[in-house]
């Protein structure tokens, strides 16, 4: 079993910029495929980012593209999404989420990721 806890969500102005820091535990992280989703009031849960085991490859929805950067450091087991020049749009719930697979690139489908983290609360103010 793995467990994933997010941190790092708030509220910002406008063109501001957060960090989200997702911590796993119960698995090896360098055995798991990585993700960020996020879940906006009244949507459906959308593919924000992902990384691979190594961190070799990344993946973007393009709405985030070069605003949002995904990296990890297995060692200390973290996941990080680094967010800038944040848009109203970007308000959501983020979680974080692990697959046991590994597809080159990483997946963006939810159903195929296993674990989930209880997701943490960005706001961006307009």
């Known amino acids: 079993q793995v467990q994933l806890v997010e941190s790092g969500g708030g509220l910002v102005q406008t063109g501001g910029s957060l960090r989200l820091s997702c911590a796993a535990s119960?698995?090896?992280?360098?055995?798991?495929?990585m993700a960020w989703f996020r879940q906006a009031p009244g949507k459906d849960r959308e593919f924000v980012s992902a990384?691979?085991?190594?961190?070799?490859?990344?993946r973007y929805t393009d709405s985030v593209k070069g605003r949002f950067t995904i990296s990890r450091d297995n060692a200390k087991s973290t996941v990080d999404l680094q967010m800038n020049s944040l848009k109203p749009e970007d308000t959501a719930v983020y979680y974080c989420?692990?697959?046991?697979?590994?597809?080159?690139?990483?997946?963006?489908?939810?159903?195929?990721?296993?674990?989930w983290g209880q997701g943490t609360q960005v706001t961006v103010s307009s």
């Open positions: 990384i691979s085991r190594l961190g070799i490859t990344t």
């Open positions: 119960g698995r090896t992280l360098r055995s798991l495929t």
């Open positions: 989420a692990a697959d046991r697979s590994s597809t080159s690139p990483p997946t963006s489908r939810r159903d195929d990721y296993d674990y």
